[in-house]
Structure formats: structure tokens, C-alpha cells
């Protein structure tokens, strides 16, 4: 079974500066899925960067970015230019590679972030 | 464009009750998912609807969850009877359906928090 593993419960960044959230998985798929969703206070979850595992070059958007390191499995999020509206949850979720069948999601415990003026 | 959304957004309700959630996906999604996330523990998986029909329902806890999505649009999530572990935040999403392989996005709904006394 696949599980994925979030280090840092909480963290907090100062507004404009930079901050990498950390995450590790296990897996024995040789192919698969990884994401970074935010939940903001306002509860509603939102997708902010996804990776295949199958290719090397690391997503990017905007001022998300990832570290993917398929040998190490770990897959950390870094978030340039801290903004206030950062603040959030922040699950990273890995997705098997399968059909359009089964494509549920396994969910790390989350960090917690938050922005500081 | 509406996204997912969820009623109630809050439930609290007595051990031995019934609740029945509700989840509507975005117009023409095909597939609808429900996920939980007990006591600030990990989002898991609860089961995966195609249209009307049940695709995978490995994650559901016990035999105390009904799920339904009758003409394959709105879904509901029915809890009887309720205990105490089932407190929690119950999350929807849903996504198109791909014919072939390949992973399409989940968009989330805000959740609906369930509290059992």
C-alpha cells in the first residue's frame, strides 16, 4: 500500500521570502502521480501543482515549484515570494498511474502554514 | 463556471442519529468521489462513483455508510447509525471521465463537518 508522509505538522514563513514544505511517499508503482493541494481557511481545496512520475523536469507554477526525486521519493513543494493568501493546509496526495478506473488519491497529514507580515 | 458543492456545511447530531450528506459535482463531471478526514488525521478515500455506478467502495468504513448518486449527478452520503468516530470533514470531488489512460483533476468541495455527541 502506498503511503505519503508530511514531516512538518506546522511552519511559517515571513511574507516575500521563500519556504519549501517537505514530502516523502512509498510506492512500489514504477508509475504514478503526485500533487500539492492547499486548503485555505475558507475550506475549500484547491489544486496547486501536480507531477508525473514519468517525467524528470520539475512542474512548475508561478511561484510553486517542486523538488520531484523519484529515487529518493520525495517530492517537496517550494513556495517563492510568500504571499498572505499562501496561508493554508497543505496536502500532498499521490495517485497511481492506472485507466480511468480507481484514480483515488492517498493523502499525506498535511502542513500547516502560515504567512507572516 | 459553479465548482463542487457540499450541504450541509456543518452537521451535529446525537450518537445513534442519522445524517445524510449532500455532494453536487460540476455539470457533466462523470466521476464523484468522497474522501474524509478524521480528527486531523489523513484525508482518506472513501469510494468512487462513475456516473451512477460504483466503481470502487474499498474505503468505506463499515456497513453504517450508504452512498448514492442516483442518475449519476448529485450525490449522497448517509450515515445510520451515526457514532462517535464518525466525527470528522467529509469532502466531494468529482472530474471528467477519460476514456483511455491518463488522470484528469479533482476539484474538492469545502467539506461538510460532521461533529457526533
Known amino acids: 500500500a502506498q503511503t505519503v508522509t508530511q514531516s512538518q505538522p506546522e511552519m511559517s514563513v515571513q511574507e516575500a521570502e521563500t519556504v519549501t514544505l517537505s514530502c516523502t511517499y512509498d510506492?512500489?508503482?514504477?508509475?504514478?502521480?503526485l500533487f500539492w493541494y492547499k486548503q485555505p481557511p475558507s475550506r475549500q481545496m484547491i489544486l496547486v501543482i501536480r507531477?508525473?512520475?514519468?517525467?524528470?523536469q520539475n512542474a512548475t507554477e508561478n511561484r510553486f515549484s517542486v523538488n520531484f526525486q523519484k529515487a529518493a521519493k520525495s517530492f517537496s513543494l517550494k513556495i517563492s515570494d510568500s504571499q498572505l493568501g499562501d496561508t493554508a493546509m497543505y496536502f500532498c496526495a499521490f495517485m497511481k498511474h492506472v485507466n480511468n478506473y480507481g484514480q483515488n488519491f492517498v493523502f499525506g497529514p498535511g502542513t500547516r502554514l502560515s504567512v507572516l507580515p | 463556471e459553479a465548482g463542487v458543492t457540499q450541504f450541509p456545511s456543518h452537521s451535529v447530531i446525537e450518537k445513534g442519529q442519522t445524517v445524510t450528506l449532500r455532494c453536487d459535482p460540476i455539470s457533466g463531471h462523470d466521476n464523484l468521489y468522497w474522501y474524509r478526514r478524521v480528527m486531523g488525521k489523513e484525508i482518506k478515500f472513501l469510494l468512487h462513483f462513475v456516473k451512477e455506478s460504483k466503481q470502487d467502495e474499498s474505503g468505506m468504513p463499515n456497513n453504517r455508510f450508504l452512498a448514492e448518486r442516483t442518475g449519476g449527478t448529485y450525490s449522497t452520503l448517509k450515515v445510520q447509525p451515526a457514532e462517535l468516530e464518525d466525527s470528522g470533514v467529509y469532502f466531494c470531488?468529482?472530474?471528467?471521465?477519460?476514456?483511455?489512460?491518463?488522470?484528469?483533476?479533482?476539484?474538492f468541495g469545502p467539506g461538510t463537518r460532521l461533529t457526533v455527541l
Open positions: 510506492t512500489s508503482e514504477s508509475n504514478y502521480y
Open positions: 507531477q508525473e512520475a514519468y517525467k524528470q
Open positions: 470531488a468529482s472530474s471528467h471521465f477519460y476514456g483511455g489512460i491518463g488522470i484528469d483533476t479533482q476539484y
